[in-house]
T-cell receptor
Framework: DTAVSQTPKYLVTQMGNDKSIKCEQNLGHDTMYWYKQDSKKFLKIMFSYNNKELIINETVPNRFSPKSPDKAHLNLHINSLELGDSAVYFC???????????FGPGTRLLVL | DAKTTQPPSMDCAEGRAANLPCNHSTISGNEYVYWYRQIHSQGPQYIIHGLKNNETNEMASLIITEDRKSSTLILPHATLRDTAVYYCIVRVARAGGTSYGKLTFGQGTILTVHP
């Protein structure tokens, strides 16, 4: 009965590949987010969706494309992976855009 | 959103109160103070938030100064499991436009609780 889940937990891939990370929340929340935490542990927002509509896109390269098939899911597709994409990616959700965000366990991406 | 300043690290003995300070001298009248923490290898976890009154929940207490330029998160009886990075974040609640729901994390305070 995990609130916010992400798959996979670990992802190791070669430079140039395309990969997807999936996120699902069973909290009935309207808003979902993707955050990136780099090697220096800085946590930065990438995208926010509210009711399947893109709300925030924080100067993220076009290689990153979020997709929200429904309110409970927000997937992240990354094209042409680069070494600098190696990071931990966290999905989060909140009731509409309210203050309390619930985070998933993270997906650790390593690009070789 | 207003910028926050936190000490990079703090230590606390198990069972004692942990008091984590945060400065937010440029906070606006409609901005709330939020605290999240991130335990090693986990996603961030919401702790508490407040506007100007002191707040308490099952996890912690939040003390906000009268001028709202600083605040303190208090873990009344720290345990080893409270070892984590604690983030103080200031933002407008229920914001619209480009700050819609965005949390801006700083470097936080690494709290180490030792036996």
């Amino acid at each position: 009965d995990t609130a916010v889940s992400q798959t996979p937990k670990y992802l190791v891939t070669q430079m140039g590949n395309d990969k997807s990370i999936k996120c699902e929340q069973n909290l009935g929340h309207d808003t979902m987010y993707w955050y990136k935490q780099d090697s220096k542990k800085f946590l930065k927002i990438m995208f926010s969706y509210n009711n399947k509509e893109l709300i925030i896109n924080e100067t993220v390269p076009n290689r990153f494309s979020p997709k929200s098939p429904d309110k409970a899911h927000l997937n992240l597709h990354i094209n042409s992976l680069e070494l600098g994409d190696s990071a931990v990616y966290f999905c989060a959700s909140s009731p509409r855009n309210q203050e309390t965000q619930y985070f998933g366990p993270g997906t650790r991406l390593l690009v070789l | 959103d207003a910028k926050t300043t936190q000490p990079p690290s703090m230590d606390c003995a198990e069972g004692r109160a942990a008091n984590l300070p945060c400065n937010h001298s440029t906070i606006s009248g409609n901005e709330y103070v939020y605290w999240y923490r991130q335990i090693h290898s986990q996603g961030p976890q919401y702790i508490i938030h407040g506007l100007k009154n002191n707040e308490t929940n099952e996890m912690a207490s939040l003390i906000i100064t009268e001028d709202r330029k600083s605040s303190t998160l208090i873990l009344p009886h720290a345990t080893l499991r409270d070892t984590a990075v604690y983030y103080c974040i200031v933002r407008v609640a229920r914001a619209g436009g480009t700050s819609y729901g965005k949390l801006t994390f700083g470097q936080g305070t690494i709290l180490t609780v030792h036996p």
